[in-house]
Structure formats: structure tokens, C-alpha cells
């Protein structure tokens, strides 16, 4: 079992940059790819971006490609996420979550965290 905790969020204005922290327990983090998804107020939780247990696979979401970048040290347990040029509509409540095989082949994001609020003013 892996327990997630985000940090770093806050306000900031547009234009400004974030670095959200994702903190896991367990002995076996490195063997988890984690993602970084996002859910702002009346709409759909949506991915943001992931990266596989070694750190040497990343996958970002279109919108903010060359803006964000994720990374992690596995000998902290934790994956980060760098949030430059922060514009009004990265406002959102953002998560990170493990990946876990649910079945042979079968992989879900299982475990998440509780969230961490980002606000960016115009």
C-alpha cells in the first residue's frame, strides 16, 4: 500500500511558477509510476502529467507541455511537479496518484492523495 501527500500549492499570479511535492510511504515507491491530475470547480478531474519509476519515461498533457515539467528522487520518495508561466486556467485542485496493476496487464491509477489547491490570478 503507498500513502500520497501533495504540497506546495498556493496563489500566485499569472505568470508565476509553483513546485507541487508528492510524498509517498512505503519501502517500494520507485516500482510505482505516478501521475499528477487536476480537477477545477465544475468540470471533470483530468491528467496532467505522468512519469514512470525510474524517472526516465515522462508524459505530459498537451496544455502544458513546456510549462510544467514532473521529476522525482526516489531516495525521497517523492515526485515533484514544476509550474512555470501559470495562467488563470491551471486553477485547480491538483492530485497525485499511483499506478497499480489491477490485473495481469491491467493498470489504474489506485492510489491518490488528498489534493492540493493551485490558484492563479489574472
Known amino acids: 500500500q503507498v500513502q500520497l501527500v501533495e504540497s506546495g500549492g498556493g496563489l500566485v499570479q499569472a505568470g508565476g511558477s509553483l513546485r507541487l511535492s508528492c510524498a509517498a510511504s512505503g519501502r517500494t515507491f520507485s516500482t510505482y509510476r505516478i501521475g499528477w491530475f487536476r480537477q477545477a470547480p465544475g468540470k471533470e478531474r483530468e491528467f496532467v502529467a505522468t512519469i514512470s519509476g525510474s524517472g526516465g519515461s515522462t508524459y505530459y498533457k498537451d496544455s502544458v507541455k513546456g510549462r510544467f515539467t514532473i521529476s522525482r528522487d526516489n531516495a525521497k520518495n517523492t515526485v515533484y511537479l514544476q509550474m512555470n508561466s501559470l495562467k488563470p486556467e491551471d486553477t485547480a485542485v491538483y492530485y497525485c496518484?499511483?499506478?497499480?496493476?489491477?490485473?495481469?496487464?491491467?493498470?489504474?491509477?489506485?492510489?491518490w492523495g488528498q489534493g492540493t489547491q493551485v490558484t492563479v490570478s489574472s
Open positions: 496518484a499511483a499506478q497499480v496493476e489491477v490485473r495481469p496487464r491491467v493498470y489504474e491509477y489506485f492510489y
